[in-house]
């Protein structure tokens, strides 16, 4: 990804656009052949020549013509004509864009590949669910990656329809009127070049498109960042149900040998803020003054390459620690069945009203040896209920043991399994 984002990478996509405007101006007869032949023989750069001339000059675009057309010659006189240096430069970091998403799209389906390959494994370990951090009931960890895979699913989605938003280019010249150009022009160049010319650009192409870059990527940096802090939770000493991979030799803690820390997923979420904080600066450049000025071009110096690098790495990451994930069933059975299975209060709640009690005094009821349970060392749901002859009138021991089952909590998730074809 970072060598899409070089300063050579850059004034290659400028070349790419001068040339095939060129190739649209000969096509309609603007440019001699002997002048073509010369342009497409001859027509290169040096990035550091480019800089020197810069220092004189400044100006990016002018320094970087100066250096071609010390390549060209005579010929030269043929390139940039009837075009801005928004035209190159817009159309050029288009290209970028494109090319950064084709990369981009290729991690997140070796992360989907990666948690469908975790999730189809896990489909029945069973573990609890939390809501407010709290037990909640069991679900199965396979479930829970189900929710990572089908929002990661929608993140390619994203980049697909994000793809074509940015991929447009424009040879409209000054102010955007094809006044020394024409729409033809732009049309061939922006065919050859893989692009789609722009609806309605101004001196450039509006920034609502880049905006959207920006979110894109921070929207998907914040599923990462959604996925990494539930491992780092999962992971806590008191829980461990789920570690990141360990390597040998590897060392957690200067001073205290016994840590394993999540170091790759507190990564994850470190860089995602660096994400989202890019945003703001997104969508302040969308307001720039009439048909445009550069308040925007600084700041997209730094942010286009820094977002699309950092999703990039981000995402390899996280497939990494997905693929080496140390995943513990029985810390699972454990951590559901504490205070003797008071997470199965609903069944018993349920059980309770289907057999004719109010709904009222049968949650009087649960709630009572729920509570009785909850945080005592030798609290025990289960075993309160059963001794509890206002609860054994109405539920016998069977209809009692079967509330503690998790067979009910799996019963429907083959609806999500086909859906995501796990």
């Given at each position: 990804?970072?060598?899409?984002?070089?300063?050579?990478?850059?004034?290659?996509?400028?070349?790419?656009?001068?040339?095939?405007?060129?190739?649209?101006?000969?096509?309609?007869?603007?440019?001699p052949?002997?002048?073509?032949?010369?342009?497409?023989?001859?027509?290169?750069?040096?990035?550091?020549?480019?800089?020197?001339?810069?220092?004189?000059?400044?100006?990016?675009?002018?320094?970087?013509?100066?250096?071609?057309?010390?390549?060209?010659?005579?010929?030269?006189?043929?390139?940039?004509?009837?075009?801005?240096?928004?035209?190159?430069?817009?159309?050029?970091?288009?290209?970028?864009?494109?090319?950064?998403i084709?990369?981009?799209?290729?991690?997140?389906?070796?992360?989907?590949?990666?948690?469908?390959?975790?999730?189809?494994?896990?489909?029945?370990?069973?573990?609890?669910?939390?809501?407010?951090?709290?037990?909640?009931?069991?679900?199965?960890?396979?479930?829970?990656?189900?929710?990572?895979l089908?929002?990661?699913?929608?993140?390619t989605?994203?980049?697909?329809?994000?793809?074509?938003?940015?991929?447009?280019?424009?040879?409209?010249?000054?102010?955007?009127?094809?006044?020394?150009?024409?729409?033809?022009?732009?049309?061939?160049?922006?065919e050859?070049?893989?692009?789609?010319?722009?609806?309605?650009?101004?001196?450039?192409?509006?920034?609502?498109?880049?905006?959207?870059?920006?979110?894109?990527?921070?929207?998907?940096?914040?599923?990462?960042?959604?996925?990494?802090?539930?491992?780092?939770?999962?992971?806590r000493?008191?829980?461990?149900?789920?570690?990141?991979?360990?390597?040998?030799?590897?060392?957690?803690?200067?001073?205290m040998?016994?840590?394993?820390?999540?170091?790759?997923?507190?990564?994850?979420?470190?860089?995602?803020?660096?994400?989202?904080s890019?945003?703001?600066?997104?969508?302040?450049?969308?307001?720039?003054?009439?048909?445009?000025?550069?308040?925007?071009?600084?700041?997209?110096?730094?942010?286009?390459?820094?977002?699309?690098?950092?999703?990039?790495?981000?995402?390899?990451?996280?497939?990494?620690?997905?693929?080496?994930?140390?995943v513990?069933?029985?810390?699972?059975?454990?951590?559901?069945?504490?205070?003797?299975g008071?997470?199965?209060?609903?069944?018993?709640?349920?059980?309770?009203?289907?057999?004719?009690?109010?709904?009222?005094?049968?949650?009087?009821?649960?709630?009572?040896?729920?509570?009785?349970?909850?945080?005592?060392?030798?609290?025990?749901?289960?075993?309160?209920?059963?001794?509890?002859?206002?609860?054994?009138?109405?539920?016998?021991?069977?209809?009692?043991?079967?509330?503690f089952?998790?067979?009910?909590?799996?019963?429907?998730?083959?609806?999500?399994?086909?859906?995501?074809?796990?």
């Amino acid at each position: 990804m970072g060598q899409l984002w070089t300063d050579q990478a850059k004034y290659q996509t400028w070349l790419d656009v001068e040339l095939a405007a060129c190739e649209a101006n000969w096509r309609l007869g603007k440019i001699p052949n002997e002048a073509i032949a010369s342009i497409r023989q001859n027509a290169a750069f040096e990035p550091n020549r480019i800089l020197e001339i810069e220092a004189e000059v400044r100006h990016d675009v002018i320094a970087f013509l100066t250096n071609v057309n010390e390549h060209v010659g005579d010929a030269g006189r043929f390139i940039h004509v009837g075009m801005t240096s928004s035209d190159v430069l817009d159309t050029g970091l288009a290209l970028q864009m494109k090319a950064s998403i084709k990369l981009l799209n290729k991690e997140l389906i070796n992360l989907q590949e990666a948690i469908k390959v975790l999730a189809r494994e896990h489909k029945n370990t069973v573990m609890i669910g939390r809501s407010h951090a709290i037990h909640g009931e069991p679900i199965t960890f396979g479930f829970k990656l189900a929710g990572w895979l089908a929002e990661t699913i929608r993140n390619t989605e994203r980049l697909i329809i994000l793809e074509k938003d940015i991929s447009v280019g424009q040879i409209s010249g000054a102010m955007g009127t094809y006044a020394n150009t024409s729409p033809e022009i732009e049309a061939i160049t922006c065919e050859l070049l893989g692009l789609k010319p722009d609806t309605a650009s101004t001196q450039i192409i509006s920034r609502d498109r880049h905006a959207n870059y920006v979110q894109t990527l921070a929207l998907i940096g914040s599923s990462l960042d959604r996925f990494s802090t539930e491992i780092r939770n999962l992971q806590r000493t008191d829980v461990l149900e789920v570690e990141e991979n360990f390597a040998k030799g590897q060392k957690g803690s200067s001073a205290m040998p016994h840590k394993r820390n999540p170091i790759r997923s507190e990564r994850i979420s470190g860089l995602s803020r660096v994400l989202r904080s890019y945003v703001v600066a997104a969508l302040e450049n969308v307001t720039l003054w009439h048909e445009r000025d550069i308040s925007h071009s600084s700041n997209e110096r730094l942010m286009l390459p820094d977002t699309s690098i950092t999703l990039h790495f981000m995402l390899t990451e996280m497939t990494e620690v997905i693929k080496g994930l140390g995943v513990y069933p029985l810390n699972m059975l454990q951590n559901m069945n504490v205070y003797g299975g008071v997470v199965f209060s609903q069944k018993v709640l349920l059980a309770l009203v289907g057999k004719g009690k109010s709904r009222e005094d049968s949650y009087r009821l649960v709630q009572k040896h729920a509570h009785a349970a909850w945080n005592n060392p030798k609290g025990n749901f289960k075993a309160s209920l059963e001794a509890d002859n206002e609860v054994t009138r109405i539920l016998n021991q069977e209809e009692l043991s079967q509330c503690f089952s998790t067979e009910q909590h799996q019963s429907n998730l083959n609806t999500i399994w086909e859906r995501l074809g796990i």
